[in-house]
């Protein structure tokens, strides 16, 4: 195995791993370093969790060729349902109101991990090097990044991509900051079974203590996550089924009559994180690196899986132009194509949590009011659900069915 790449992806998870198969075809030579196997226990992106793609997810999957190998495991929403514990304000988005048989699919992490390391493995030009961790980063060489794995071994490319997660080591190696907020509450996931059938519809309801989200999962039964402060759902996760599922049929009332029949239950941390810049010398961030989301909206892996499309979509052009695919200009385009897009998805993210966990009277009406009146404005709900589902601004070109090479009307060809 040689030690120079076109591109070294630090992290093999969710996004790392997309990366690599959206760039699977283009004259590149790839090392995928990744300190855990699929199927390892502690593998934190492909793990017991069952997450929302939305409805630009599955096209990126679709146009590279992976989305019939997880097809069968994925379950359609058709609409999302919001609602206030204990108010009247409700919102509905029904994917038939925007001209879409579906606003996403809710699928196993680790049906999407199979499909994607099954396009990985064979691929001729890229190294999936693991076990391994990026131990340290030499970015001084102006012509390459430098790697030093935890093994001594030392790799160099034109690009390295940080794509290890939240806590990202390579970003900060970059020196680039971020910036942090803890919610000081936990996520517990689990799956249940209900008494009604779900049919298609995603719930989000939120309560005082956070929201409840049920969605419509794979073998007809429910995606549970659970957000409650730190201390109440460590609680949670130790009382016994028949306690959990009380309190959880409180929380969520009668709308699939009675929740039963409780999955495993994991409980994941929460807190946000926003690196101040996406771009350094020879690297660039991708993915959790770059923005760790609340998952309220479901939206953390789909804005990564931008990240990647988009990234893919720069570099294609810059080889297309003869560029140098680590290039200044080329990774500060990168940044610049992600800037609106990362900001608007964990704004409204963000400012899901910080209005609806404020108990102030007057602000409850308002946000029942604002829920009402985004149901009675058709204007609004559209820019809502267009945002959700991931087709907002100028989404990358393997969201609109397109191959990452696809020449544009308006392009100009370089020779
Ligand atoms: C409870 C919960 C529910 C969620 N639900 C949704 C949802 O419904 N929809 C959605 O879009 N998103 C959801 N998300 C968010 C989604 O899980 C993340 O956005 C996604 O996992 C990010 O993938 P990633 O590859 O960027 O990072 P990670 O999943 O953190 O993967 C990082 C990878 O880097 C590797 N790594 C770490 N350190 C190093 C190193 N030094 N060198 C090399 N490799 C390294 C790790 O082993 C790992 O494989 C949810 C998150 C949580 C917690």
């Keep these: 195995m040689s030690d120079q790449y076109d591109v070294i992806i630090a992290g093999g998870g969710m996004v790392g791993a997309s ?3 959206a760039l699977a075809d283009l004259p590149l030579r790839i090392a995928v370093i990744e300190p855990l196997p699929l199927g390892s226990d502690d593998q934190p992106s492909f793990d017991e969790r069952t997450i929302a793609l939305n409805a630009a997810s599955r096209v990126i999957f ?9 097809a069968d495991e994925a379950a359609e929403m058709r609409s999302i349902h919001i609602s206030d514990q204990g108010r009247f304000g409700i919102t509905r988005i029904r994917a038939a109101d925007y001209g879409l048989s579906g606003l996403g699919d809710v699928i196993p992490t680790r049906t999407v991990g199979r499909a ?6 064979p691929a001729e030009r890229i190294d999936f090097i693991c076990p391994a961790r990026v131990a340290s980063l030499d970015l001084d060489d102006p012509d390459a990044a430098a790697v030093t794995l935890d093994d001594g071994r030392r790799l160099t490319a034109r690009l390295l991509v940080g794509a290890d997660g939240a806590r990202s080591q390579v970003r900060a190696a970059m020196g680039i900051d971020a910036e942090m907020h803890d919610y000081q509450a936990k996520a517990i996931v689990s799956s249940v079974a209900a008494s009604r059938p779900i049919d298609g519809q995603a ?21 549970l996550v659970w957000t409650r402060p730190t201390d109440v759902a460590d609680a949670l996760v130790e009382l016994d089924e028949a306690a959990f599922l009380d309190q959880l049929n409180a929380g969520f009332g009668r ?7 409780l999955g495993g239950r994991q409980a994941y941390p929460l807190y946000r994180v926003m690196a101040t810049r996406l771009a350094g010398p020879r690297s660039v961030l991708i993915g959790n690196a ?24 720069i570099l294609a052009d810059a080889l297309a132009a003869g560029g140098d695919i680590g290039a200044g200009d080329v990774l500060s385009a990168y940044a610049r194509r992600r800037e609106t897009d990362r900001r608007a998805v964990a704004g409204m993210t963000h400012g899901l949590i910080q209005v609806f966990s404020n108990h102030t009277p ?24 267009i945002r959700s589902t991931g087709f907002a601004g100028q989404p990358p070109r393997l969201a609109r069915g397109l191959p990452v090479t696809a020449v544009e009307p308006g392009e100009r060809m370089v020779s």
């Design 362 to 385: 007057g602000l409850r009406t308002g946000r029942n009011l604002g829920l009402l009146t985004t149901d009675l404005l058709p204007g609004l709900k559209r820019r809502m659900a």
């Design 62 to 70: 679709n146009t590279l060729g992976v989305w019939s190998a997880m």
């Design 290 to 313: 770059a923005n760790n989301l609340h998952p309220v909206a479901g939206q953390g892996f789909n804005l990564g899986l931008r990240d990647a499309a988009t990234l893919a979509e």
């Design 255 to 261: 709308r699939l009559g009675r929740l039963h029949s």
């Design 116 to 121: 994607l390391f099954e396009r990985i493995t």
């Design 19 to 21: 990366l690599a198969v």
């Design 203 to 223: 719930f989000e309801r939120f309560t005082a203590d956070g929201p409840i989200a049920l969605l419509p999962g794979p073998h007809d039964r429910c995606v």
